[in-house]
């Protein structure tokens, strides 16, 4: 059980990692209407002066340490490279603090169930950054998926490409992957059974620029993901194909999502040979879609979960879950394309 705070108090949260995310965690923490800004923490000193001529009350440090031995912190987000998750996250785990990690929450599901376990022993939130799922926009999609306006969904095809930005530490899977991953996980609410994947290092021999990726489901729905870092534009659009309906959330559109009343009618034949299929083309109708930031909103569940025991949207468990599909995939590739099979226990194996 998660150790509440006093509601009545702002929590206090410090922010690790000023880089390309850090300060948007920090300007939207210091937005937070029952939270506060206490520290910022970076090992590069232009940067730790940067936030502080734009937030002077907030203290700054470079120090690691420092963060996780005030005892008036609360709470601590981590904007730093995916090879330190596990080893920050678990040191402020151990000294008590609630902790918010970027995404992947680890770099192995070994070290994402570690934080999980310390989480739970330390009675502490454990919660990942996938900002998509606090997305409006995403949110729409779900509500519609649980309504029944899909029917039965067939299969789901995703596309998340761009020109760059090539990562150092990690292939395009570990970089773009959890964005998609996790929605499918948001919206289906189940893990894939199996996966099989291709890629290429086209530019850094060895380190997968692009990808290609197949997912299959226990409820029978098969997912495709197309990831890259090398496009000739930004393209964020997902098509999803039901039995009574179908869904297109382009995150780059001014009409994100769009409803197609679409389809096939298979009519029972009367005899043999009479198999006529009749096309149903609807209207197409879009949605309003609210236009809240979603870093924001999940500043505020983090806040929210902090002081009430509850457990975020963005979960460890869905972390965890996350990590788990990028060990599959990888393991995919390291098989030549193979197709792995994922227990209910993370266990892989080539099917």
Known sequence: MTQQLDPSRRTRMAVVGLGYWGPNLVRNVNELANAELAMVCDSRRPSLEKIARRYPGVATTDDFHDVIADPTIDAILLATPVS???TLAQRALRAGK?????????????????????????????????????SPAVNA????????????????????????IHQTDVSVVWDLGPHDFSIL???????????????????????????FINL?????????????W???????????????QMIVYDDTSS??????????????????????????????????IDAS????????????????????????QIGFDVVRVIEAVHASLDAGGGRIAVAADGALSVA
């Open 98 to 134: 609630h902790v918010f990690v970027e995404k992947p929450l680890a770099g192995s599901a070994e070290e994402a169930a570690t934080l999980l376990r310390l989480a739970e022993e330390n009675s502490c939130v454990l919660m990942v950054g996938h900002t998509f799922l606090y």
């Open 216 to 228: 299959e489901f226990p409820s029978g729905v098969i997912a495709h993901v197309e990831l890259s």
């Open 230 to 244: 090398l496009a000739p534009s930004k393209l964020r659009r997902t098509t999803i194909v039901g039995s009574s």
């Open 293 to 316: 930031e979603p870093l924001f909103l999940e500043m505020q569940d983090f806040c929210t979960a902090i002081q009430t025991g509850r457990s975020p949207r963005s979960s460890g």
């Open 141 to 164: 999609v779900r509500d519609l998926i649980q309504e029944g306006a899909v029917g039965d969904i067939y299969f789901i095809s995703m596309s998340r490409v761009n020109l760059g």
């Open 84 to 86: 330190t998750h596990h």
């Open 185 to 211: 996980r948001y919206w289906l609410d189940e893990n894939p059974i199996a996966v099989s994947a291709a890629s290429r290092g086209c530019v850094i021999p060895g380190k997968p620029d692009v990808a």
């Open 255 to 288: 009409e994100p999502v769009r409803v197609f009343d679409s389809g096939v009618v298979f009519p029972e034949p009367g005899s043999f040979g009479e198999y006529q299929l009749s096309y149903r083309t609807g209207s197409i109708v879009s949605p309003r």
